[in-house]
């Protein structure tokens, strides 16, 4: 049986993707997956060696033919202001899509009466298998301006997915992307467990309120690790009193301590180098691995799927 662990947070800069590494690290076998696809950095701790790279290709874009295109007027509907007319030196009209102003509906493309608009699917990045010290490892980098991020986790997700099913190993760990957004929800949809990871500040708590939420809504285990927590053990506190009202289960707390941006540096998880957070996070591993082990199977039930293909889809 595949379970599948995603490390969240509210908000960026909580330390999720510090943990994940140091996660990796302590597994000892499992396939490790960068959902974070917008601002993708696991691989500035792993040093992954690429060996394969995937176009990652969705949406459609219009493009009119100059050569076909009679000057009509019947683009123009565009509700999105995406069709231009520029003056030529000629006096003529030339009309064009502005191309970070398309939003790929279509419309235009079903009305021209010459069929003058193209409409082709779009290069929007691209998805890598790598090999890492800590085995392999499936990440993604969403090109600049483009969209469908939630459809780019999923494929992360799946090809994930099937190298643990090749390999015959049955943990998956993901390092999930910020924020409680489209793709964050394609990232927890179906996962065995989620572990979301925060910090002692007002917008922390805040945040973690929003993210428990999700997992509530979509029926998933929750835990929760407050890191830094000694810079601010009040807030501490009624983060894991917030947390336990939600239903999640606290998980541990991780100190501040300089050790681990200096495994950063030397591009290491943090559990390779000596320190108080190092324990603390093998502390954390093995209560989350317990967790693992009373949560409910891996894999995704039809209304999980359901909920990750309408989440894709954006």
């Not at 908000?11 to 396939?31: E, H, R």
């Not at 209560?287 to 293909?309: F, I």
Request: proline content about 4%; aromatic content about 4%; hydrophobic content about 40%.
């Amino acid at each position: 049986m595949i379970r599948e662990l995603i490390v969240i947070s509210g908000k960026g800069g909580t330390g999720k993707t510090s943990i994940t590494a140091s996660f990796a690290a302590l597994a000892g076998k499992s396939v490790i997956a960068d959902c974070d696809v917008d601002a993708a950095d696991l691989h500035l701790v792993l040093s992954p060696r690429v060996i394969e790279r995937h176009d990652f290709r969705a949406g459609n874009r219009a493009i009119i033919r100059q050569s076909d295109c009679i000057q009509c007027g019947s683009c123009l509907c565009c509700r999105f202001d995406a069709v231009k007319i520029e003056k030529l030196a000629t006096g003529e009209e030339r009309y064009f899509i502005e191309p970070f102003s398309c939003e790929g509906c279509g419309l235009c493309v079903r009305l021209c009466p010459t069929q003058a608009i193209d409409f082709p699917e779009q290069l929007c990045g691209e998805w890598m298998v790598s090999e890492t010290r800590f085995g392999p490892m499936v990440h993604a980098q969403l090109g600049i301006a483009a969209e469908n991020s939630g459809k780019l986790v999923t494929t992360v997700r799946q090809q994930a997915r099937r190298l643990a099913e090749e390999n015959h190993i049955d943990l998956i760990v993901v390092d999930g992307p910020p924020g409680i957004g489209c793709p964050v929800i394609a990232s927890i949809t179906g996962a065995t467990s989620v572990l979301t990871v925060t910090e002692p500040t007002l917008s922390g708590r805040h945040d973690l309120k929003r993210v428990l939420t999700l997992t509530r809504h979509f029926d998933i285990p929750a835990m929760v690790c407050v890191n830094k927590w000694d810079l601010n053990p009040e807030i501490t506190e009624l983060i894991e009193q917030d947390a336990l009202q939600s239903g999640a289960q606290i998980v541990g707390r991780i100190c501040y301590d300089p050790e681990v941006t200096r495994a950063q540096i030397e591009a290491q998880a943090s559990v390779e180098r000596q320190g108080p957070a190092s324990q603390q996070i093998n502390d954390l591993w093995h209560n989350v691995v317990s967790h693992l082990q009373n949560a409910r199977g891996g894999g995704q039930d039809t209304a999980s799927t359901a909920a990750n293909s309408r989440a894709s889809e954006n």
